[in-house]
């Protein structure tokens, strides 16, 4: 018998992607498999991708060409250190040149939010899409949850009153639930739905901010019913375990990945991390990993720096069978939060600022946020800041951040000279997290 929300997300699936359901069905399979195996698959997707971006992408013809490399020659995965790694300014600045549009499949349309808050917009082709979706769904079967049961889902809150109206339709179709503020009110009736979930999912610092609230709560019982606690996109500090675990009975998950890459890696019942051999390559690099996406065929991601740093093991056996190398840490990313004069904001805010002031008023900057002392953010500009601008921008700040922090605006400010890796918000304020 299937349920209301097993059948909804079946008609789901059946629109998107039919793709779908027998990419899942192979992955539940090739998680047993050997490691010499999964080389094996994975060899012959690399000289598929490969060969597929030198025919298809201008981008890729002339980086293999200028670096004299034939597609041929990469046979083994051993081959893949002979071609050029691909940096994220070079995804940034050549998109147009690196998408592929006439692979024959249907288009998704992907946005990710990029380096320094340059937005990039991508188009993923049909299969890698199901080969995406099909791997978050292997994630969850790994915690004994499937993706139509009952979730809440902690992502950005941007919404006008008629995007919210939206967002909240389309999420009860998906099942789920979400927070639209940090206010008290919003937090204590998101815990008591989430008291009737099976899952829930999204920003790490987001999940220690509703676990924190419910901890604080002595009106609020801890909750004992999720079966998963999912995070994404920042890094998982023990900080943040502490309080998942009083609230929730249990620590947060974590799912390694990037919308460009695909899943990277996926926590198993036993806190491995495993690598996702199925659809990417891992390499590391002086301590930076270089990711190669197997299907992402319409934009090729082939050697491409992500930016984090991680500790991969190889040897590892894990205890739940699967031979998938295990990504033992990631030290890149960082959840830093903006500390105001009384309280303090999720450094993600700043990305909204700035996409708001792109959305409403044209105005794309590029920008970096820095806080050296509480209650005061200063935001590095690249480029010339206008009188209207600084107000329009001051007016976007004020929204987040109200009275709680004073910001100074620098325009014309290099955001390049500061190493490679760059962040859209750094902090030197140690703000208890750990
Ligand atoms: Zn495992």
């Known amino acids: 018998m299937i349920n209301f929300h097993q059948a909804i997300f079946r008609a789901g699936v059946a629109i998107r992607n039919r793709q779908i359901p027998s990419h899942r069905a192979f992955l539940l399979e090739s998680q047993w498999w050997s490691l010499e195996k999964l080389r094996e698959w994975q ?11 030198y025919e298809h992408s201008v981008f890729y013809r002339v980086k293999f060409d200028d670096s004299g490399l034939e597609p041929q020659q990469i046979k083994t995965l ?5 071609l050029p790694i691909l940096e994220k300014n070079e995804i940034l600045s050549e998109r147009d040149r690196l998408q592929i549009r006439d692979g024959g499949e249907r ?16 188009y993923r082709n049909a299969d890698w899409d199901a080969w995406h979706n ?4 292997r994630g969850y079967e ?7 049961e009952r979730n809440g889902y902690l992502w950005g809150f941007n919404f006008s009153p008629s995007q919210r109206l939206k967002t909240r339709a389309l999420d009860a179709l998906q099942n789920r639930f979400r927070m639209f503020s940090y206010d008290d009110d919003e937090i204590a009736s998101f815990a008591g739905k989430l008291r009737h979930a099976v899952y829930l999912g999204g920003y790490s610092s987001m999940i220690y901010e509703i676990a924190k609230a419910i901890n604080r709560n002595p009106r609020i019982e801890p909750l004992t019913n999720l079966k998963l606690i999912r995070g994404t996109s920042e890094k998982i500090f023990e900080r943040y375990q502490q309080e998942a675990v009083q609230a929730f009975g249990r620590r947060i998950v974590s799912e390694y990945g990037a919308a460009e890459s695909g899943i990277i890696a996926f926590e198993c019942p036993e806190g491995s991390m495993h690598v996702n051999m199925e659809t990417c390559i891992v390499e590391v690099e002086n301590g930076e990993i270089l990711v190669t996406n197997l299907v992402s065929r319409s934009f090729p991601i082939i ?9 991969l093991d190889r040897e590892m056996k894990c205890a739940c069978g699967r031979a998938h190398p295990v990504i033992r840490e990631v030290t890149g990313r960082i959840g830093k939060r903006i500390v105001g004069k009384s309280r303090s904001f999720p450094s993600l805010t700043l990305y909204y600022v700035f996409k708001n002031l792109a959305r409403k008023h044209d105005l794309v900057l590029n920008y970096q946020g ?24 001051l007016g976007e700040c004020e929204a987040y951040y109200g009275k709680d922090v004073d910001v100074e605006i ?4 290099n955001l390049r000279s500061q190493g490679r890796k760059k962040r859209d918000f750094v902090s030197s304020i140690d703000d208890g997290v750990s």
């Open 43 to 53: 060899e012959s997707l690399l000289r598929e991708i490969v060969q597929n971006a």
């Open 78 to 82: 051993d081959d893949l250190a002979s």
């Open 107 to 122: 288009l998704f349309y992907s946005e990710t939010s990029g380096s320094t808050g340059n937005p990039l917009v991508f």
């Open 134 to 137: 099909a791997s978050v769904m």
């Open 142 to 148: 790994w915690h004994g949850v499937r993706p139509w």
């Open 303 to 311: 050697r491409y720096r992500l930016g984090d740093s991680i500790v």
């Open 370 to 393: 820095v806080q050296e002392q509480a209650g005061v953010l200063r935001l590095d500009i690249e480029e010339k800041v206008s009188s209207e601008t600084r107000v329009l921008l």
């Open 410 to 413: 620098r325009e014309s400010c």
